[in-house]
């Protein structure tokens, strides 16, 4: 039996972690290397770093934070933001990632998906969702951090992600991102209905029994938060205590 | 010396790290005499069988894995694990390097999420020398969507998960395999990295 797992996240632009709130409004809380190994002390079961940086300079030194974390952190590291080809795929899992995540350059050429599983394995393609509840009956895939509403539905979305291969889906709620109400549980329901691969979810996030709930209430097989991580709110292994002592297993 | 055999698939570096953050002397290598040199090999990789299995058959890497399984100690990691095998259904049918026998195929588990993906407990079933000081509430870290498909003999260890999934294998002389990844499962992996560089060193 598998162990819920619990993922911090963590924004890197320029070399430092930063954080917004609803894709604004962003503030610099850190050194990444360091915050990883804080969370690999807490019982993180998996880090993922998530490229803001829009430079070519910046993207060498984000790789750098990811070769440097590699080296002193032993748990599964996923790599997110910036990966439009082939070659970026590659470039991360050299670097140290075990997985990388992609999302708009996906949902523009859904052929990544397929080109990259094909190479490197489903296992390794985490398909990152951005979504709003844009109609009354459903909701819509957004790319460019949550600018651009692509109209495409996002049951359809994740049911053709999954067919051309993708492994595992990171599920952010625009609606609840940096809000702290909890995760999204309606579309998180939705969508681990919809597939039968893992469902990671995220966006949320606010208090301790927000993971609990999520894993009581929906089949995800993970919870990933950010800002409740790194304002030190709340540790990793605090979210596992109140998890396990409500009959979730966890690791 | 144990060489890390680099064959241009997947994430090797992490294999690495871990062995140089135990103090165990490792080095990425596609070089035939200094695999043949080597105390022992570990052939990683994360990705799909077929373009494994012909990247190692095109470079020559094939054979000389084979030839020196015979001699000293291997350990195939993940999709290096499943690469011992006599073949694989993953994306068409692909012969393997056919040094356990038993063949890899997709994790059936109709209830279940596959890929099979996350922390799962080890449950030990043979004598291996890398579960020596392996505890038996230990969680280990998967990430496969097919598993192997092998006589008991070979398992030295499997999980739960719609059924027996191959843990770790064994040929109960050099060559062992472990589905899930020890560099990245914390300070159990750690500890089983730690017997196999002291397996190679005895060799």
């Known amino acids: 039996m598998l162990a819920k797992r619990i993922i911090p996240c963590l924004d890197v632009r320029d070399g430092k972690v930063v954080k917004g709130v609803n894709f604004q409004g962003i503030r610099e809380v850190g050194d990444p290397v360091e915050c990883a190994e804080e969370y690999n002390s807490q019982g993180a079961d998996e880090i993922v770093f998530y490229d803001i940086t829009a430079s070519h300079e910046g993207r060498g030194v984000f790789l750098d934070v990811v070769r440097e974390t590699a080296k002193r952190v032993f748990v599964p590291l996923t790599v997110g933001g910036g990966i439009k080809t082939v070659d970026d795929i590659r470039e991360a899992l050299r670097a140290g990632a075990d997985k990388v995540s992609v999302n708009s350059q996906a949902v523009q050429n859904p052929q990544l998906i397929k080109d990259g599983a094909d190479i490197f394995g489903s296992q390794c393609i985490c398909l990152g969702v951005d979504a709003k509840k844009t109609k009354s009956d459903g909701w819509t895939v957004f790319i460019n951090g949550g600018r651009i509403d692509m109209q495409l539905d996002l049951i359809d979305w994740v049911k053709k992600a999954e067919q051309l291969g993708a492994g595992e889906i990171c599920l952010n709620s625009i609606d609840t991102d940096g809000v702290r109400g909890g995760f999204d549980i309606p579309m998180l329901k939705e969508v681990v209905n919809a597939v039968k691969i893992p469902v990671i979810a995220s966006g949320g996030a606010g208090k301790l029994s927000d993971f609990a709930d999520a894993f009581l209430q929906t089949d995800c097989s993970a919870a990933l938060a950010a800002s409740l991580f790194h304002f030190k709110e709340l540790t990793v292994s605090d979210v596992k205590t109140d998890c396990r002592s409500k009959g979730i297993i966890v690791r | ?203």
Not at chain 2, 55 to 63: F, I, N, R, V
Not at chain 2, 72 to 94: A, N, R, T, W
Not at chain 2, 103 to 118: N, Q, W
Not at chain 2, 126 to 152: Q, R, T, W
């Open chain 2, 1 to 203: 010396m144990i060489a890390i055999i680099d064959y241009g698939a997947g994430n090797i570096f992490s294999v690495k790290n871990a062995l140089e953050h135990l103090g165990i002397d490792a080095k990425l290598t596609s070089d035939k005499s200094e695999i043949a040199t080597a105390d022992g090999m570990i052939l990683p990789g994360v990705g799909a069988f077929g373009f494994a299995m012909e990247k190692l058959q095109e470079s020559g890497l094939a054979d000389i894995i084979k030839e020196q399984s015979t001699k000293k100690p291997l350990l195939g990691i993940c999709l290096g694990m499943q690469l011992l095998f006599d073949k694989s259904y993953e994306f068409g049918e692909h012969e393997g390097l056919g040094l356990i026998h038993g063949y890899v195929d997709k994790i059936v588990a109709p209830d279940l999420v596959v890929p099979h993906m996350g922390w799962n407990k080890l449950e030990k079933q043979n004598i291996c020398p890398m579960l020596e000081n392996i505890g038996d509430e230990s969680y280990v870290y998967f990430v496969h969507s097919y598993k192997a498909f092998c006589d008991d003999d070979s398992i030295a260890a499997y999980c739960e998960y719609g059924g027996k999934v191959p843990a770790l294998v064994y040929d109960g002389k050099y060559v062992y395999g472990a589905q899930f990844h020890p560099e990245k499962s914390g300070d159990t992996g750690l500890a089983m990295l730690k017997s196999f560089a002291k397996i190679c060193k005895e060799v």
